[in-house]
């Protein structure tokens, strides 16, 4: 048996390290070390619940806005409050606007760039990858960071700047939008869509969001359906086909993106009471716990058997994987559903290109609903004593807010991020997080092996997750 | 994250463009792993030249001063390990953000990790490399600072010192690159005909001058975000809430809620900078009295509701 450790593992958000037991040309064990500490959830102990508004979204800068909504609905469901309705809108578009630009950044910046490397060399496509997808160079990352910083321009007019905004409260959002604001936001829509339709998919949006089989010819979506076919990623990083959305966009009538709970074959209502995170396998001391409960007590040890400082959510006890294809899933799109037992590197790219299309008629629609006249924000008082959660769908999936107000400050703030959900290590029975149980069999080629590359199967595999280590580690 | 929002051109146009490639990036480049490891060990043994080493993040001494809260991915060292040893070798060193030059939000309440900057603890100079350090170019470590940055000062103090036009003396007294830093936020806040006639939002939303109620700091933090705005037409105060100075040492801890103004007696703490305290008093308290209807009325609403009065044809 051959031991590897790889890292720093890049084009993944902030710090990743994994161990490797390789067998017979294969992962026999994987094991996914977090080695990043900062203990944002004690920063909030003693603070003035809003300062919750400023702080989490700074946890990270990739998925802000999505801290910055949790945080809010976690203050308004302690004050048993809700924003207005108009408001709720345009923090729903705030919101949808930055998962939409995280799934252009991991397709182009994070995800495709592994195809250009000379182990493919020879296959058919593989001049075509190195022209559009070269790593920071190709024509792909470009015109989709130049796609993502107009797209942006949305959160520039209604949320200030991007990342960091503290425009979405408990009781809506700062900003009222004027009739002028909107049209402007229709244009920077359509200049996406164009994008959209041109270059990533070049075709309709209608017909991506409508799609039932994983197939597609066109675009840069058609090079990587092609790729995904010929490198046999149906069959590569398999899940547990069991999945979990918190459900996305809440409106006065419910969320734009439906809550579930996805397992054998059917979707269930969320236990939400049987979410623990298990700490067997972190360096942290205290018991395994609802978030309600829970503590962030770093062991400055690092004592053995942990070996990451990111803790391990469990849902009934059992791992589940979370992000656009377990939204996608839940939601009930088709290719989503056909793709659900596979579970493979294919399905999670194929979950955030569709959801990217379907994310883009749900802005539209979302925009045209907007009444300018109407109120965007209440101003919800904050009572001295309560708790209170906020629960969302950042890009990567499933976030979770819990606090616990008392005598008018926090006495408690708990984190669970998508990415905990998928890197958490191996729980109290030994059983591994997501991505640790989807390396299990992934080939290592010989050559990989002597000269200890990081397997390009593993770096597949692993982001195909997308993962955001300074979220989970917060 | 913020940097890939550069425009005019993109940020790989503008990096190419100035002759600066890539070493390494962690979201950009293709190199992982090993070949990352073997990048950095060239770098540390002068084998390579670093021109430019950027630092994003805090530098995290704890637990107990080991750095072991960050290790390295895949080299088995903690991370203030390795950027000491880079930045002995860098011609320039750059700490990006507000938690790379002054320790920032990681190091808010109890600072958990025992979280510092690359030349400054806070307000303290020092930090992980000293006060004394300079890199190879002679400058001491460049405080790109803000939370997040802009991402054109990010670009354009790597433009300049590309370009070797950016000097000691370009740099403010916290490391700053005064380009952004001598101006206020305050300049060309869209909200400046309230604050000239103290016309005052009570709760976040309303369209007046969040400094007297809701913890605005825009007089008295650097930063030129009013002027060139962020992503398109964007500023904190634009979008209605309040700048809370994320270019200072120190911001995380502001000793009241973000979004409150500190008072004693009735009276807001704090003065814009480089205002004499009883001439604002004076000021404040004429300026208050002259209040025109239309800004009071739109100061507590959440758009604009009284136009500006339209003058009749001439005679």
Redesign the interface.
């Known amino acids: 048996m051959t031991r590897l450790?790889?890292?720093?593992?890049?084009?993944v958000?902030g710090?990743?390290?994994i161990r490797l037991e390789i067998e017979g040309g294969q992962v026999r064990a994987a094991y996914a070390?977090s080695?990043?500490?900062?203990?944002f959830e004690?920063?909030?102990?003693?603070?003035?619940p809003?300062?919750a508004?400023?702080?989490t979204p700074?946890i990270c800068?990739?998925c802000s806005i999505s801290q910055s909504a949790a945080a809010a609905f976690a203050l308004a469901d302690a004050a048993r409050r809700a924003p207005t309705p108009e408001g709720a809108k345009v923090a729903a578009l705030l919101h949808a606007v930055e998962n939409a630009a995280d799934h252009l950044?991991h397709f182009n910046?994070?995800f495709m760039?592994?195809f250009?490397?000379p182990a493919y060399a020879g296959r058919s496509w593989h001049t075509r990858a190195r022209d559009r997808f070269?790593?920071?160079?190709g024509a792909a990352?470009?015109a989709a960071?130049?796609a993502?910083?107009?797209l942006?321009?949305i959160?520039?007019?209604?949320?200030?700047?991007?990342?960091?905004?503290?425009?979405i409260?408990p009781g809506?959002?700062?900003?009222?939008p004027?009739v002028r604001d909107l049209a402007r936001i229709g244009a920077s829509l359509r200049a996406f869509r164009r994008y959209l339709e041109t270059t990533l998919f070049a075709g309709p949006l209608e017909e991506v969001a409508a799609l039932n089989r994983p197939e597609w010819d066109r675009g840069d979506a058609g090079l990587w359906a092609e790729i995904a076919a010929d490198c046999g990623l149906d069959r590569l990083g398999r899940g547990s086909g069991r999945y979990l959305s918190f459900g996305a966009y809440p409106l006065a009538d419910g969320p734009l993106i439906a809550r579930g709970l996805w397992q054998d074959g059917a979707t269930h209502p969320v236990p939400l009471a049987e979410i623990t995170e298990d700490l067997s396998h972190s360096w942290m001391i205290g018991h395994t716990a609802h978030p309600a409960q829970g503590m962030t007590v770093?062991d400055?040890q690092?004592q053995a058997p942990a070996y990451s400082?990111c803790k391990s959510p469990r849902l009934s006890g059992r791992p589940v994987e979370v992000g656009a294809l377990a939204r996608q899933v839940v939601d009930g799109q088709p290719l989503a559903r056909a793709l659900a037992d596979e579970g493979s590197v294919r399905a999670r790219v194929w979950g955030r290109l569709i959801e990217l299309a379907r994310t883009q008629l749900l802005l539209e629609r979302l925009l045209a609903s907007i009444r300018p006249e109407a109120?965007?924000?209440d101003?919800v008082a904050l009572p001295r004593n309560a708790t209170g959660a906020g629960l969302v769908e950042a890009a990567r999936g499933a976030l979770g807010h819990w606090i616990d107000i008392r005598d008018g400050r926090i006495a408690s703030y708990q984190i669970i991020a998508p990415t905990t959900w998928n890197f958490g290590p191996r729980d109290a029975t030994g059983t591994p997080g997501p991505v640790e149980a989807a390396l299990a069999g992934a080939p290592v080629e010989a050559d990989e092996i002597a000269?200890?590359?990081?397997p390009v199967a593993v770096?597949h595999i692993v982001r195909s997750f997308d993962p955001c280590m300074v979220c989970t580690v917060h | 994250?913020?940097l890939?929002?550069?425009?005019n051109p993109?940020?790989?146009?503008l990096l190419?463009g100035a002759g600066i490639s890539?070493l390494?990036?962690?979201?950009?480049?293709?190199?992982?792993?090993?070949?990352?490891?073997d990048l950095l060990t060239r770098l540390e043994s002068g084998a390579l030249a670093l021109d430019i080493l950027c630092v994003e993040g805090?530098i995290?001494t704890?637990?107990?001063g080991t750095g072991?809260?960050?290790?390295?991915?895949?080299?088995g060292r903690p991370m203030l390990d390795w950027v000491r040893a880079l930045a002995a070798r860098a011609r320039h060193v750059v700490a990006v953000g507000t938690c790379a030059t002054y320790g920032g939000?990681?190091s808010?309440?109890?600072?958990?990790?025992e979280?510092i900057g690359l030349q400054y603890d806070g307000a303290h100079p020092g930090g992980l490399l000293g006060a004394d350090f300079r890199a190879g170019g002679g400058l001491p470590v460049v405080n790109v600072a803000g939370?997040?940055t802009h991402p054109d000062w990010v670009t354009e103090t790597l433009l300049l010192l590309a370009a070797g036009r950016l000097a000691a003396a370009d740099l403010d007294g916290l490391g700053r690159p005064r380009f952004y830093a001598d101006h206020l936020v305050h300049h060309a806040c869209s909200k400046n005909e309230f604050y000239e006639y103290k016309a005052s939002a009570h709760?976040?939303?309303e369209m007046g001058c969040m400094m007297e109620n809701l913890g605005c700091v825009g007089t008295q933090a650097v930063g030129d975000?009013n002027i060139r705005?962020?992503?398109?037409?964007?500023?904190?105060?634009?979008?209605?809430?309040?700048c809370?100075n994320?270019t200072a040492p120190e911001f995380?801890e502001p000793g009241?809620?973000?979004?409150?103004t500190p008072k004693f007696a009735g009276i807001p703490l704090g003065l814009p900078t480089d205002m004499p305290k009883a001439w604002f008093m004076a000021l404040a308290s004429l300026s208050k009295a002259a209040t025109p209807r239309r800004l009071a009325e739109n100061a507590t609403s959440?758009?604009i509701r009284v136009p500006p009065t339209l003058r009749g044809p001439k005679p």
């Open positions: 450790i790889v890292g720093p593992f890049n084009r958000e710090d990743l390290e070390n080695p990043l500490y900062r203990g004690r920063m909030m102990t003693g603070k003035d809003r300062d508004l400023t702080i700074r800068g990739i950044t910046l994070f760039p592994d250009t490397r070269a790593a920071a160079t990352p470009r960071v130049q993502r910083a107009s942006l321009h959160v520039g007019l209604l949320g200030g700047k991007w990342p960091h905004t503290l425009a409260q809506g959002v700062t900003r009222a004027t770093p400055p690092m400082w109120r965007f924000m101003t000269t200890g590359a990081t770096q | 994250m913020s890939l929002c550069a425009e993109d940020v790989i146009d190419d890539l390494w990036h962690p979201a950009l480049s293709l190199e992982t792993g090993a070949e990352v490891v805090s995290l704890g637990p107990a072991r809260f960050q290790m390295l991915s895949g080299t939000v990681t808010t309440g109890e600072n958990p990790a979280a939370c997040p709760a976040l939303s975000c705005t962020w992503n398109g037409e964007g500023s904190c105060t634009r979008a209605g809430y309040p809370i994320c995380e009241h809620a973000f979004t409150q959440d758009r």
